[in-house]
């Protein structure tokens, strides 16, 4: 049994801080971004997106609790954006604790995602992930996600 509980106050402060730092790092790895401006880009754009942190409205971010009921083991983040005028959810983050993988928490926690989009009265949800992440992408193929496009980039 995997719960979801609204991200609390003093959870989303670490949270945000090593969520800016780790986006920096995947746009810097997957050269999208340059080292030296991308600390200051991913806090743009968590700022954009969150100016309310979790009162943002639109923006729903939770802890994912633990088989124990007590332990957050990760969290996950989804927000609703306008897509070919269409409202779709969108997936902005997912983290398991390193010493809560491959124990079926992401996939659960995205099973209930599914039920509160749908409550919502939504009918898609979208996501990106990064090439280098092929745990995540193995993750969303098994989930049923499918592969809408590709950045591509060449470095000169
Ligand atoms: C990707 C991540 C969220 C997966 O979380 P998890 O709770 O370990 O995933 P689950 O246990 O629910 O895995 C479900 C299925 O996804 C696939 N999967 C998950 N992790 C995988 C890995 N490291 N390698 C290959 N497949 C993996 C498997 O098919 C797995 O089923 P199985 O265990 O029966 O083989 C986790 O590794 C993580 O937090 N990584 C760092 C942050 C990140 O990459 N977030 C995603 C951003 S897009």
């Known amino acids: 049994m995997t719960?979801?509980?609204p991200m609390r106050a003093e959870t989303y402060e670490s949270y945000h801080e090593s969520?800016?730092?780790s986006y920096a790092e995947d746009n810097v790895q997957s050269g999208r971004w340059r080292e030296e401006d991308a600390l200051e880009q991913s806090r743009n754009e968590f700022h954009t997106l969150l100016p309310q942190g979790t009162d943002t409205p639109d923006q729903y971010l939770f802890e994912i609790i633990g088989k124990d009921?007590?332990?957050a083991v990760g969290f996950i983040?989804?927000?609703?954006v306008i897509e070919d005028g269409v409202r779709i959810a969108f997936v902005y983050d997912l983290e398991i604790k390193a010493d809560h993988r491959r124990q079926g928490y992401a996939k659960r926690a995205f099973k209930a995602i599914e039920t509160l989009v749908n409550d919502l009265g939504l009918t898609r949800i979208g996501l990106h992930v990064f090439n280098q992440n092929t745990a995540a992408q193995t993750l969303y193929k098994h989930l049923g996600y499918e592969v809408t496009s590709i950045n591509m980039l060449k470095k000169l």
Not at 77 to 80: A, L, P, Q, R, S
């Open 69 to 71: 009921n007590l332990t």
């Open 77 to 80: 983040w989804f927000g609703i």
């Open 19 to 21: 969520s800016i730092l």
């Open 3 to 5: 719960t979801l509980l």
